[in-house]
């Protein structure tokens, strides 16, 4: 019988790994949560990773992961600013809405994936530069509504939405500073 380990061996392994699968997926929790508490916003961290299936085994997973949920909520604010624009009916807020959009397409369309790309050959610093733009840009769209006056009820929701992406970035940027810093 020469191939009776071959037989037996993938039982063995396979109940080996189902050993190990709750272990593996502990650490990994464990260190979405090390790595969250070092970011400005563990809430919203943790909102962000969480939901992630299957969950980031590591640091650069995780980085990356964040860095697409800044790109899927900045895609998605772009979107909204859109039909905001669509359904303006004062031109002030129209120019500043359009401004938004202005700096906000080619963050989305280029400067994120870029950034993303540029994670997998490990250039972070670039990463975390393009991240910081990306924030200063929605800093900008936020100024323009606030002095347009367009800060009424109904941009009250771009309001929050840039919030939130200035947020996300500063989560973003601080998880590629804790993989630099070798976490
Ligand atoms: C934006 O980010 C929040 C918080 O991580 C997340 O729950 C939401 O699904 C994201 N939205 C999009 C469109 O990516």
């Not at 840009?137 to 936020?142: A, F, K, L, N």
């Not at 367009?150 to 993989?179: G, H, M, Q």
């Amino acid at each position: 019988m020469k191939n009776s380990s071959a037989v037996t061996s993938p039982p063995s392994l396979s109940l080996f790994l189902l050993f190990l699968l709750p272990f593996l997926a502990q650490s990994s929790d464990d260190l979405i949560d090390t790595i969250c508490k070092a970011t400005p916003f563990f809430d919203l961290c943790e909102a962000s990773l969480r939901p992630l299936s299957p969950s980031p085994p590591d640091t650069k997973s995780i980085a990356s992961a964040m860095a697409n949920v800044v790109l899927g909520n900045m895609t998605d604010t772009l979107g909204y600013i859109q039909s905001l624009i669509r359904h303006s009916q004062d031109p002030a807020a129209e120019r500043a809405l359009a401004q938004c959009a202005e700096v906000y397409r080619p963050v989305v369309r280029f400067n994120i994936p870029q950034a993303i790309e540029a994670m997998g050959r490990g250039e972070f610093g670039f990463a975390m530069y393009v991240l910081g733009d990306a924030q200063k840009q929605s800093d900008s769209c936020q100024k323009w509504i606030n002095s347009a006056g367009a800060d009424d009820e109904s941009s009250v929701p771009l309001t929050a939405r840039n919030k939130l992406v200035k947020n996300l970035c500063d989560v973003a940027i601080s998880v590629i500073k804790s993989l630099m810093n070798g976490r």
